[in-house]
Nanobody, 127 residues
Framework: QVQLVESGGGLVQAGGSLRLSCAAS????????MGWFRQAPGKEREFVAR????????ATADSVKGRFTIARDNAKNTMYLQMNNLKPEDTAVYYC????????????????????WGQGSQVTVSY
């Protein structure tokens, strides 16, 4: 089992910045990828960004590209999401997730590819 604990988030004005953290514990050696998703009220959970363990590659959704950056600290088993130039439409609950799927071809951009989830962090961007 893998446990994920998120921190960060909060209320910020448009144009501001926030950083989310996701600390992993437990059987972290089994993780092959970690990602961030978000879910706004009445909407489906959507992909934000992910990082793969085997090649350190990252991917970011078009809606946040150039504003959000995903990173990780292997020594701390922690993943981060730096969010800059936030917009009101970024308001959502943000979830970190971890996968143990082993595949060189998996994109890890859909919720179904992740087995473990954090508790969620509310991010609210005001006008």
């Amino acid at each position: 089992q893998v446990q994920l604990v998120e921190s960060g988030g909060g209320l910020v004005q448009a144009g501001g910045s926030l950083r989310l953290s996701c600390a992993a514990s437990g059987r972290t050696f089994s993780i092959t990828a970690m990602g961030w998703f978000r879910q706004a009220p009445g909407k489906e959970r959507e992909f934000v960004a992910r990082t793969k363990w085997n090649d350190d590659s990252t991917a970011t959704a078009d809606s946040v590209k150039g504003r959000f950056t995903i990173a990780r600290d292997n020594a701390k088993n922690t993943m981060y999401l730096q969010m800059n130039n936030l917009k009101p439409e970024d308001t959502a609950v943000y979830y970190c997730a971890a996968s143990k799927i082993y595949s060189e071809h998996a994109h890890f951009t859909t919720p179904g590819q992740y087995e473990y989830w954090g508790q969620g962090s509310q991010v609210t961007v005001s006008y």
